[in-house]
């Protein structure tokens, strides 16, 4: 099961899913040694993953990624349509792209891949599977349409720093924030 | 023979200073790093072979004692690529 479904752990771990923290990101629009150099963009996601171990969770500071739509083109392909977790696995050469644009690689193409093996596609997202508890919310694609999912996904790269007075250990932190546990 | 005497007796004896010389530098030693020989045997990797050498402790080379495989023959780039890693991020643009 992706998620902890009989009985939530009261202690906080990593990839479990958050919510009610302030994100903030420096833009920086100038050389940074100037004056005025930078804008802070403030973002208050509604849900956030964990991204600290939960051995690490203490001295008041965590790390969390907010949950982000979905790319629509991800549902091009049939095989990630049935599972977008599959995004998260090893996928077969032949399934990493949709049927009609594997069909027009050159030989020599599938050939190289699939000497490849099986392998990650996605290497900065991660997926997270749907759940009740996650919002629905609706993606458009030019082939597609417009339609609804509630997949959602972190971006290893979108990464914050939380300091909070409350972050003592996994056991003593901010245990009524977790809404969902891996 | 009094105590002073017999030590006084060994000092002068050859033989025993080098027993000295040696206890002086087992002194200086580290714990567990006590080297009795007058080699040393170093590891040499060329290409796909490693070469066991045996050298002077002045590092001049005495011989070879051993030529085995390089069992450690990845190259630093395929040492940091562990996985399969399949590159379709062009194929999956949002439009």
Known sequence: ?182 | MNICAERMHKIMDPRYLDELKEMDILRRQETGNIQFSDYKIIDYPLGKYLIKIKLTLNNEFIGVIEIGLNKNFLSHKQKLSTINHHNVEDYYLDE
Request: charge should be negative; hydrophobic fraction near 35%.
């Open chain 1, 1 to 182: 099961m992706f998620y902890e479904v009989d009985r939530v752990e009261p202690v906080l771990r990593f990839g479990d899913i958050l919510e009610g923290f302030i994100l903030t990101t420096p833009n920086l629009v100038k050389d940074p040694t100037e004056s005025n150099c930078c804008t802070i963009d403030i973002d208050v996601p509604r849900l956030c993953v964990l991204l600290t171990p939960c051995c690490s969770v203490r001295d008041k500071i965590i790390s969390i990624s907010p949950l982000i739509e979905l790319n629509p083109s991800f549902f091009l392909n049939p095989y990630f349509t049935e599972d977008l977790t599959r995004i998260n696995r090893e996928v077969e050469a032949r399934y990493t792209l949709p049927p009609e644009r594997w069909e027009k690689l050159p030989e020599q193409e599938k050939i190289r891949r699939q000497n490849v093996g099986s392998g990650y596609v996605f290497l900065d997202q991660f997926i997270y599977e749907k759940n009740e508890h996650l919002t629905s919310y609706f993606l458009n694609n030019k082939k597609l349409g417009k339609f609804e999912t509630n997949y959602y996904m972190i971006d290893y790269r979108n990464i914050y720093k939380i300091n909070c007075e409350k972050i003592k250990s996994m056991e003593e932190s901010l245990l009524r924030l977790k809404k969902l546990g891996m």
